[in-house]
């Protein structure tokens, strides 16, 4: 509490305190309570109440009601100000017409009472208004400028709170006024409210060939990275087959209703972009823009993990790269339990050229960027160097296994281009597997040089098939290098 409005503070109570003296002191003027001199006195006590009322609200407001509002950082509502005088006054009230003017307070009201119900009942209701206003303001659910969700869907933005009734203006500019019982008793929902999740969606269909998972990878990876989606919170589902396609669902998440249409344009050309870098055909792309609430119940088990998205399991990468795909299922189980999961952000650097290293990564969603930087000298003897992008490889496709098995060093850059979840393989790892089974070694030896002939053939567009004795041969000088490397 700032220093000016202690002072405030003692200068109001003394204010108080002599108010209430000279009240006290008024009894002694008249001590025959009659006549003209007494009449005078009644009415003097009267406004003595009244201005002692009055410093006694400005105390509350100073010494209860400030502080709330620095903490809170914002006013509280005229409203609840405005009770406040009106119960201190009606004390005041009482006070006046009880013990000055010697009166029946309950007598006054039932006559009043007697010949105004109507107007008895209009207070009432009017009552009931103002305080469900003060609840509104009070618990700070509702504030000018937030768009609310009413029960039957429709939305519309808070533009004013009156003593009785809530302004709003819709999406099409009709005023609404909304009284505050209604606006209280109906299950409003606060659009801006940042904890409460709320989705604009889109329909796409894509062809029958694309794999479901894939098509949800590449779906997912594109719409988190679009601009503008609050959290990078999405959620893509198969929602149907349709004669033209599969149909997915892409629910996103908004930050609030003034982005409605930038997020959604934002977030169908990173698909589209995604999509034709992917050589994937759309079907179909539709869903006008529309909020609903994802609630616990509907998201079911995927709620939990919006922040930390579900990703594809070790065992079920492992399957896809082949890296073990002639070992059995007990020891692949084995070794994806070994593996360790890491998410790269788009634009992410997973490994540099020319450094050390000791992994190995296995893509399980997403999509990398292959860089070779490159160096040659000109005519004029100048060194020249430049960065080339050579591959992209998506999920199942593997890099690093050189550097991890062989020691040598990385051979390329490798950047996320979308948000990617791989899973490392440590050097330590292999080597113990090595160890502790007899087969391990030759059959990771004929995944990787089986893969790397598959990835030659298809750069040099190769028609020629690898011989037996050429490919037992090249197995059987790569098994023994990476195993003299590893020293087993």
């Not at 990876?221 to 198969?238: D, N």
Request: charged share 20%.
């Amino acid at each position: 509490m700032n220093k000016k409005i202690v002072i405030n503070l003692f200068v109001g109570i003394a204010l108080v305190l002599l108010l209430v003296s000279i009240f006290v002191f008024g009894d002694k003027i008249s001590p025959d309570n009659v006549g003209e001199a007494y009449a005078w006195e009644q009415f003097t006590k009267a406004i003595l109440i009244v201005l002692i009322a009055i410093v006694i609200i400005r105390l509350i407001l100073l010494a209860l009601i400030r502080p709330i509002e620095e903490k809170r950082g914002m006013k509280i509502s005229g409203l609840f100000k405005d009770a406040i005088a009106v119960v201190i006054l009606s004390i005041g009230a009482v006070v006046i017409i009880r013990n000055i003017y010697g009166e029946s307070v309950f007598g006054m009201l039932s006559v009043m009472a007697g010949s105004g119900v109507v107007i008895g009942i209009a207070a009432k209701n009017f009552l009931e208004e103002v305080i469900a206003g003060i609840i509104i303001d009070f618990q700070n659910d509702f504030r000018v400028g937030d768009w609310v969700k009413f029960p039957d869907g429709s939305i519309a933005q808070i533009i004013k709170t009156k003593i009785t009734s809530v302004s709003l203006i819709t999406a099409d500019e009709t005023l609404l006024h909304v009284s505050n019982t209604t606006f209280t008793n109906q299950p409003m929902i606060n659009l801006n409210k940042p904890q409460t999740a709320f989705y604009s969606s889109l329909n796409v269909v894509l062809d029958h060939d694309v794999p479901i998972e894939r098509a949800r990878r590449i779906l997912y990876a594109a719409s988190c990275s679009a601009e503008g989606v609050y959290e990078q919170t999405v959620l893509v589902v198969a929602e149907g087959v349709q004669q033209i396609g599969i149909l997915f669902g892409i629910y996103f998440k908004i930050p609030n209703q003034d982005v409605w249409l930038e997020v959604k344009h934002q977030v169908i050309s990173s698909i589209i972009k995604a999509l034709h870098e992917h050589k994937l055909k759309v079907c179909e792309i539709s869903g006008q823009f529309k909020i609903q609430n994802i609630d616990h119940a509907s998201l079911g088990t995927h709620y939990d993990k919006l922040k930390v998205p579900e990703v594809t399991s070790e065992s079920t990468t492992l399957k896809l790269s082949g890296l073990l795909k002639d070992c059995s299922e007990s020891l692949q189980k084995h070794f994806a339990n070994r593996m360790e999961k890491i998410i790269f952000k788009s634009g992410e650097v997973i490994v540099s050229q020319g450094e050390e290293g000791d992994t190995m990564f296995i893509i399980a969603e997403g999509i990398v960027d292959v860089i070779v930087s490159v160096s040659a000298v000109d005519s004029d003897g100048q060194l020249l160097e430049a960065k080339q992008s050579v591959a992209n490889l998506v999920d199942g496709d593997y890099f690093g296994e050189m550097s991890l098995l062989c020691g040598e060093k990385r051979n390329a850059t490798v950047i996320a281009k979308t948000d990617v979840v791989v899973y490392m393989v440590r050097r330590g790892t292999v080597k113990s597997f090595v160890q502790e089974y007899p087969d391990f070694a030759r059959k990771l030896s004929v995944s990787i040089i089986e893969r790397k002939a598959e990835n030659e053939a298809m750069r040099s567009n190769a028609i020629d098939q690898m011989t037996v004795d050429k490919k037992n041969e090249t197995v059987s000088q790569f098994m023994a290098a990476f195993k003299n490397f590893l020293g087993v």
